[in-house]
């Protein structure tokens, strides 16, 4: 009895063992934690990915630096969206819909390559646009 490989486009190129992407999701990760939603405000939630691991409770307000783990960078950056849905016409005529667009709630930008200098500054600035004539 033979027992054919499975080959991929990658060759045999092994495939990363849950412990590995598990240690690489723990590494801690420095950036600015960014609520689109509510400027200013504070975002509460817990988190857990692989099961065995503590549910872990997060508290971020709206442009702070904060070293999180990697995992938890990414569940920010995926997860905090709503779609707004566009209602266009098919080839037949019929109304469809489609997500015309994703609106993010809040997300996470990495200073890894950043110097903290460089980062910018939350500045309010309100412009009043007035008719002529």
């Known amino acids: 009895m033979s027992v054919a490989k499975k080959t991929t486009l990658e060759g045999n190129k ?3 063992s849950l412990q590995h992407q598990r240690d690489k ?3 801690k990760v420095k950036g600015m934690f960014k609520f ?6 504070m975002l509460s939630f817990v988190f857990r990915k692989y099961k065995g691991d503590p549910i872990e409770r997060f ?3 709206d442009g702070e630096i904060v070293t999180i783990p990697l995992g938890v960078a ?6 905090g969206w ?5 209602h266009l016409l098919d080839e037949g005529g019929r109304p469809v819909m489609r997500v015309g667009q994703k609106v993010h ?14 980062v910018p500054t939350q500045v309010s600035e309100i412009v009043v646009v007035t008719p002529m004539g």
């Open 74 to 79: 990414k569940h920010l950056n995926t997860s």
């Open 25 to 27: 999701d723990r590494t």
């Open 59 to 61: 508290d971020l307000r």
């Open 105 to 118: 709630r809040y997300g996470f930008q990495s200073l890894e390559f950043m110097d903290i200098d460089e």
């Open 14 to 16: 092994p495939k990363p």
């Open 82 to 86: 709503y779609p707004i849905h566009a």
């Open 36 to 41: 689109y939603e509510v400027p200013g405000g």
